[in-house]
Every structure is written in C-alpha cells, then in structure tokens.
C-alpha cells in the first residue's frame, strides 16, 4: 500500500456518530471528509473523487438515502472505484443484499467494533491499490500487443512481398 494519508469519506446523519466515526478514523492516521447525507456526499465525490480512497454511508439518512447514494457513486465511471462500506442499523439478510446489489463493497451493522471497521478499511485499500496496479499491467501489456500487432503486419508485408519477388520471372512482374 501507498505511503500517502488516506482519506475517507463519512456520510452519517447522526452528529454523534459522525464524531464518533471521524474520531476513531484520525485516530487510524486517516484524513476524514464528511456529509449528513448522501445529496451533500455526493457533491463532495464529484468535486474530488480523485482524492477519496474510500466512503463509509449510513443508510437510512434524509434527503438522499444511502442505497441511491451509493448507486449514483457506482454507476458514475470517475468514482466507481471508490470502495464503500455500509454502517447501518438495517441488519437483515434482505437489508444487506440490498446493500451489496446496489454496489456496496461491505457492509458492517451498528454497533461497529472500531477494531472491525478499521480492518475492514485498511483490506479494502489494499485491494484498490492491487486493482490499480493489476488495471496499470493490463494496459501496458495492451499497447505492447498492438505494437506486437503492428511490427508482425509490416513483417507479414514485406516476407509477402519477398515471397512474390522469388516467383517473379522479370523484373516488371
């Protein structure tokens, strides 16, 4: 993993836990941006997803729920990388597929284990950065294909070229 200060993202109504949240986060070396819900979340993810590395969302949360917030985040292609982790007292089995249908990475019930949570943040960091990694070998290895591609064709034109000038009996032909 980078050696940079990660930030993250909270988007939780509740000005309690949002403290709670953003504390225990700085106190994991993390940098924190937060929202009250997900409308405000996600002009913060517009403006700047190039420097979220990850979202924590409540679900329940007025003005714009966080199953519309994360769907709006997935479906958009400069954040859609951006890992995000449900915290919600929805705790069903129905709750949780939801969550993971509409793009969620994970998904934790209240009360959350501090412990738990950061694990699960810092796994998921890494996992986006061997993604990056692994997206910036494939493409690499797609521009040496195509110049692979490209040098085999001219080759293939002149040996075709030497081909016919063998099976030529004058030099016009």
Do not use: W
């Amino acid at each position: 993993m980078e050696d940079k200060t990660h930030r993250v993202l909270v988007v939780e109504d509740d000005a309690d836990l949002l403290a709670m949240h953003s504390l225990h986060l700085v106190s994991l070396g993390y940098d924190v941006l937060t929202a009250e819900n997900g409308a405000i979340a996600l002009e913060l993810v517009k403006s700047s997803a190039e420097s979220i590395d990850i979202i924590l969302s409540d679900i329940v949360m007025p003005v714009m729920e966080g199953y519309a917030f994360c769907q709006a985040v997935k479906s958009d292609p400069e954040s859609l990388d951006i890992p995000l982790i449900f915290v919600s007292s929805l705790s069903s089995l129905e709750e949780k597929l939801k969550g993971f249908e509409v793009g969620a990475d994970d998904y934790i019930t209240k009360p959350i284990s501090p412990e738990e949570l950061g694990l699960k943040i810092k796994k998921l960091l890494v996992l986006r950065s061997e993604n990056k990694g692994l997206q910036q070998q494939l493409s690499e290895s797609n521009s040496v294909a195509m110049q692979a591609m490209t040098y085999s064709s001219d080759l293939g034109q002149v040996l075709e070229f030497y081909k016919n000038t063998l099976d030529a009996a004058n030099f016009d032909e």
